[in-house]
C-alpha cells in the first residue's frame, strides 16, 4: 500500500539558510499535517491543511511558512534556520470526514533536519 | 487546552513479560480519539490502535489490549508476551473531533526496552 513521502530523507543546512520539505500524502487522503521532533522529545504539531486551506495552527515559528498545492502535496518552507531547529520533521496524512470524523493520522518516515 | 501524560519514562523487561503502558489524559471535549503509536529505533511513527472517547469497550488484537476508562481519563496499552522487536517508544496521543484537521497532541512518550 502506498505510504506518505517525505523528501528529502535528510538535510544538512548552515544556520540563517532556507530549507524546504516536502510531503506527498497518501492517495486520496485530503489532509496533510506537520510535526516537528526535537531529540528524546515527543512530536510537536506544527500546522495542518484541509482541502489545501490550512486548519489548524500550533507552535509554528514566524520564520516557518507552509502549503498545500492543488495535487494535495505539501511544502514546509524554513528561513533563518537556527540550531534549535534541528529536529526530525514529520508529514502525516488522513482522510477527513465533514462530519467530524477523526481517521488516523498515517505518518511518513520523517525529514531529519541538522542545523550547523 | 489538551494534555497527555504518560508518566513511565522507560521500561525494561525481559522477552514474554507483559508489558503495560500507562497513559492519562486531560480534555475539555465531550467527543475525542486516543491513540497509541510506536516509534522504533529507525525513527518512523508507526500507528498502533484508536479508540473513540464513546467507546469504552476494551479489546484485544493479536498481543496488544488497550484498556481506556473515561472515569479516570485513562487509556493504557498492554502488549502481551513481549519480543525483542517490540523494543521501541510508545506515544499515546489525544485528537479532539473537529470537521477536519485533527492534531494529535502526543505524551512524552516511554521507552520499552525488551532484553532476550
Known amino acids: 500500500a502506498a505510504g506518505v513521502i517525505q523528501s528529502p530523507r535528510h538535510l544538512i543546512k548552515e544556520k540563517r539558510e532556507t530549507a524546504t520539505l516536502k510531503c506527498y500524502p497518501i492517495?486520496?487522503?485530503?489532509?496533510v499535517y506537520w510535526y516537528q521532533q526535537g531529540p528524546g522529545q515527543d512530536p510537536q504539531f506544527l500546522i495542518s491543511?484541509?482541502?489545501?486551506?490550512?486548519?489548524d495552527k500550533g507552535s509554528i515559528p514566524d520564520r516557518f511558512s507552509a502549503q498545500q498545492f492543488s495535487d494535495y502535496h505539501s511544502e514546509l518552507n524554513m528561513s533563518s534556520l537556527e540550531l534549535g531547529d534541528s529536529a526530525l520533521y514529520f508529514c502525516?496524512?488522513?482522510?477527513?470526514?465533514?462530519?467530524?470524523?477523526?481517521?488516523?493520522?498515517?505518518f511518513g518516515p520523517g525529514t531529519r533536519l541538522t542545523v550547523l | 487546552a489538551q494534555k497527555v501524560t504518560q508518566a513511565q519514562t522507560e521500561i525494561s523487561v525481559v522477552e514474554k513479560e507483559d508489558v503495560t503502558l500507562d497513559c492519562v489524559y486531560e480534555?475539555?471535549?465531550?467527543?475525542?480519539?486516543l491513540f497509541w503509536y510506536k516509534q522504533p529505533p529507525s525513527g518512523e511513527l508507526v500507528f498502533l490502535i484508536r479508540?473513540?472517547?464513546?467507546?469504552?469497550q476494551n479489546e484485544i488484537s493479536g498481543r496488544y489490549s488497550w484498556n481506556f476508562q473515561k472515569s479516570t481519563s485513562s487509556f493504557n496499552f498492554t502488549i502481551t508476551a513481549s519480543q525483542v522487536v517490540d523494543s521501541a517508544v510508545y506515544f499515546c496521543?489525544?485528537?479532539?473531533?473537529?470537521?477536519?484537521?485533527?492534531?494529535?497532541?502526543f505524551g512524552g512518550g516511554t521507552r520499552v526496552l525488551v532484553k532476550p
Open positions: 502525516a496524512s488522513s482522510l477527513n470526514l465533514r462530519t467530524g470524523s477523526s481517521d488516523e493520522q498515517f
Open positions: 492517495p486520496r487522503h485530503d489532509t
Open positions: 491543511f484541509y482541502e489545501k486551506m490550512q486548519s
Open positions: 480534555t475539555r471535549d465531550t467527543t475525542y480519539y
Open positions: 479508540r473513540n472517547s464513546f467507546d469504552e
Open positions: 496521543a489525544l485528537s479532539e473531533a473537529r470537521a477536519a484537521g485533527n492534531k494529535l497532541t
